[in-house]
């Protein structure tokens, strides 16, 4: 309004009307700018929103405790977490052989993985009754 009337008045001002217009297309290009900026901005939060929801979803099982198979202790089940082993269910599909060599080179040579599996494949499926039958029959995770 103050625009238009100092437009259309005549006066020693009416030289610079179109400086104000220029003022005032500036000022608009500034707030459509900030605007554009702030949008993207936003839509780029939600996005790393979206990935950290993604992400927190697929969340790896808890670890089971190894140590209650007969023949893991403290030390073995650290080197097993190590390797990447931590559940019954990641023992039981293990590969005795493959899980010797991590054991050997730990330095724990004298291991047998092979009692551990069977008793980490009974633990998995949750027949506990036939697990600690089994660690009955078992010395040290070997049969006796």
């Known amino acids: 309004m103050l625009a ?38 936003g839509d ?37 977490h190590e390797a990447g082993i931590t559940t019954f269910e990641a023992l039981a599909q293990a590969n005795a052989t493959e899980v010797q060599k991590v054991l050997s080179a730990a330095g724990l040579q004298m291991m047998n993985p092979e009692g551990w599996i069977e008793q980490a494949g009974l633990a998995a499926k949750g027949d506990w009754a036939g697990f600690e039958k089994l660690q009955g029959e078992l010395k040290g995770g070997k049969r006796k």
Do not use: C, T
């Not at 259309?8 to 009416?14: L, R």
């Not at 939060?45 to 140590?67: C, F, G, I, M, Y």
């Open 44 to 80: 780029q939060v939600e996005a790393s929103n979206e990935a950290h929801v993604q992400h927190s979803e697929v969340r790896p099982a808890p670890a089971d405790d190894l140590v209650k198979i007969e023949g893991i202790g403290p030390k073995v089940a650290k080197v097993l």
């Open 4 to 41: 238009m009337y100092s437009f259309q008045e005549a006066g020693p001002n009416s030289d610079l009307a179109w400086l104000l217009f220029v003022v005032l297309g500036f000022f608009l290009l500034m707030v459509i700018v900030g605007w554009l900026v702030s949008r993207r901005n």
